[in-house]
């Protein structure tokens, strides 16, 4: 059963009276949704398909993953960060630099996550002074220099980066397996959801809410802004990490495209067009954006174009996102039904 | 309960448009006789140029390669996909071409996207020969064994370009010791020049570095460097100007050395790598350019590069380009593999290839059975820009370094 | 000390194109609160229009600036078209909204120029008696980069005037610090939206113009300037011009002095330069601001 406190806060914040589906999905506990969504997606997407359109849909998973870590930032807490590519290259790097020392996959994306988090969290702090679009300007930066980096640190071989990562065997099984890895990838990430969604009922999230819609008056509540921030973009790091070492697992190479400003710029379109408001917005936005572009790309010989047109007709149709449009839609049929009650 | 119909019809389509192309996945072989090429290549964004080249110089050489007797009863059907000069979209169009039965895969530009291809077409069974593509990890040239079973690479090594350049150079230009270097901080950037460098020296010419700068990948606005350049060149007859960088960065930097005459002012301008289209860019008004790479067009007088050169000027409207000439060895080497093989199962074409003869426009060309490397010589043109040339393009020398005077053959 | 000075104006001759290139994305960021994404693909298509009216050759002056104004009469066409379809619907909403229109914008205008202009690169040949360099002393300057200062002051200067002294500068600013009472006392907020978006979209077309002899014009251009623009317009205070101007100097100065004096930072100065403008003085270099506050 729900906490009583989400059930009523939906309620709450519903418009009118919840009815039919909605109804229904304000008495689920939202992990469950979370649990039964994920494993609903794994086995559809496992039945369905394999080779190539796995590895495709797979890839968007993961990108799935990413653009939930960063509208933690953006839709959650009200903060806006450009370079978050930054931590996604991180988990994507060490995996890459630790591929001969760890043959756990899951140890390996662990201490990519956890890379990825302490340097977000430091960097957090570092520049938690700053806010606004100024404070977005310093996460662009900071994921330019980790980029060039890339290019000064011999280690990190540049722009050929680090080839022949292999996904190792878990519990016996070879990951190689496209199905194998596709169920490897979706336990990961249904753990990954279900956490972030209980940090989003929980009173840190409700403080995440309160930051983003009245930093003042969070403060005079005695919420520490600057310390939720930090946190926020701590978690955000992590999680953005994790799915970086998951690509680097995915791809078998990590190569500098991982950490450019223009990564950091598709993710927060991703969030963009499924919505920021909501839990699964960014990872429809996620999915919808890899589909639409691995479509254009081969069926017209200038992708660019019909891709942008594409985007734009999704922003001017539904500006808020693609899960905002239910509650527009409901929202526009309920007042056309008011008023013919008049 | 329209409008979760909605929106979960939205989130749906893209579903049902991947089961569709799945579901109906066409198998290589409808007819029985025809054999499928994957060429992976630039497409779209800002090397579209490239792959434009590549996918047309792979068409030509397959046509000519039937038209010279090879494999003729067979057609071969020839399909192309975008790689946007990014490891992960030619990973995805590599599994696609597999998972379609397209097991023949030709083509791509960086060293990157071949290094993420080529062990999924190991894994898959397929066989790739790489057309750009000039790490020299990608071959056994320097590692006596290739590192790749199924993977046979047509451009000859990055190292090999810089030390073709070298020799040539250090002949022509003994006396010229003062280098100047401007170029892209990354790998293919630094080694190429150091390369040349090393390769000079060897060659006896008491070479130094005068004045080095490095910018990073993708900045085009260099007049701080251009001025601290202008500022420290030497003597002409010992100063040289040598430019690290491609494309888009070379022509930058040549318009913003105009203004301080720079190439005026070295007895030497060098570069390696595709440097004429940034000539042709320049429409006339390119400075002389001393320039190694896989190929130039009136390097070799004789039937089969005539042939080539016109045909490729009819087809595609332009003369064509080293870029131009790797596809077309590329498309060439498969089908005579295919003809050698006598079938387009991969395994036979993979072993056909090792040790395969086939006609190129510097004679006959060969790959080397244990590095998996096309035996091809280096081009070095020396070049200058004239409005009243082809292409705006003047060529006033060539010379041709032979494949077995850079690396040792098998 | 010369080489130090010599750094300096070439640092200035380095930071006042930027200061061209970023003046449009400053007007329309300061006024209509949006960073516009599409700003490299205007400039880029200003290049390619220079090109395509001058056929690459060489010119002169007038000409050239002629030719210019063209270019930015196209992009002013092409922003007042962009904000009458797609930005006019999305003022008001979450300011991250208009940052995806202007996103999906730059995909749309990248694929479109490589419909229009093909993949072949370009280039524009510099200004007739203006392609060398003149001597002060012991120190050479480039002929167009004193053509560029100029142009950017010209820019600057008006642009501020215009802001702040005229009337329809008045009107500008009343409807960036409150489109609604702005409305409610009459002003055509409507207009000044399209008129601002459209002269922030000519001036990054008269930047790709007047850009254009220095670099390769081809369909990757767009991304060239954009860091160093956003980074002009935010360090440089939510659109203040005169920000913007010091921001582009410092930029400029802060590269040219890392080449000259610190080279293995060379590419980095940026990064660090705007890591400690932000840090020092989070607000940005502004005093005055386009709103006004």
Redesign the interface.
Known sequence: MTTPTQAVETIKRAKRPLTGFEAFRAKVPPSVEVLISCVVVALVGGMLFDGSMLFLLTTAVIYALFASATNVLFGWTGVSSFGQAAYFGVGAYTVGLTKDLISNPILAIVLGMASAAIIAGVYGILASRITGVEFAMLTLIFGQILWLLTFRIPELRGENGIPAISRGKLLGVNLFDDQAFWWYVFAIVTLAFLVLRRIRGSSFGAAMTAVRDDPIRAEALGISVRWVRVSAFALAGAFAGLAGGLMAQLQGLVIPEMITWGLSGEVIVMCLIGGMRSFWGPAIGAVLLVLVNYFLLDATSAPDLWVGLALLVIVLVVPGGLLSLPSRISDAVHVRKKEANR | MKHRKIAVALILIPFSLAACSTAGGNTSAENPNSVALGVIAPMSGSFAQVGEHISDGFALGVKHAQEDGLAADTTFEIEVKDDQVDAQVASQAARDFMSDGTMLLGGMLTTTTCSAVAPLVEQAGGVLITSVCAGNELSGVYSDVTPYERTFTVAPRDTMVSDALATVLAEKFATVTDYNVFGFDYAWGRDTWSGYLDGIKSAGVDAKVNQEFWVPLGDASYRSQVSALSNGLGDKESSAMFLSTYGPGTTAFLQQAEAFDIVNRVALLASAGGYEPVARGLAGAAPEMWNAYDYAYPAYDNEFNARFVEDYLTESGERPLAWSYNGYRTGYAFVAAVDAAGSADPDAVAEALKGLEFEGASGTLRFDPETHQLLAPVVISQTVGNPDAPDGVEYLSTSVVPAKNLIETH | MSDLI??II??I??GM??FIVASGLTLIFGVLRI?N?AHGAFFMIGAFVMTTVLS?QSVSMPVFLLAALVAAGALAATGALADTF?FR??YG??P??P???S??????????A??IWG?????Q??VEGF???IQFGDI?V????IVLLVVGVIIGTALFLVLQKTHVGKIVRAVSSDEHMARALGVPARKVQVGVFAVGAALAGLSGALMA????I????A???A??S??IV??GG?GSIGGALVAALIL?IA??L???FA?EL???SL?IA??LV??LR???LAKKRVGGH
Do not use: E
Not at chain 3, 119 to 123: A, F, I, L
């Open positions: 010599s750094a070439s640092g001759a380095q194109p930027l960073l994404f690459g797609v619907k999305l909403q979450h991250m909204i940052l995806l229109a996103y999906a914008l730059l995909i749309a205008l990248d694929g479109l490589q419909v993949n072949s690169p370009r280039s040949a510099s392609g060398g360099s050479r480039a002929s167009y980069d002899p220095l670099v390769s081809d369909v990757g251009l991304p060239t300037f860091i160093q956003f980074a935010i360090i939510l400029g590269d040219s890392a080449v000259n080279p060379a590419g980095f990064y705007v890591a932000l840090l989070p607000q940005g």
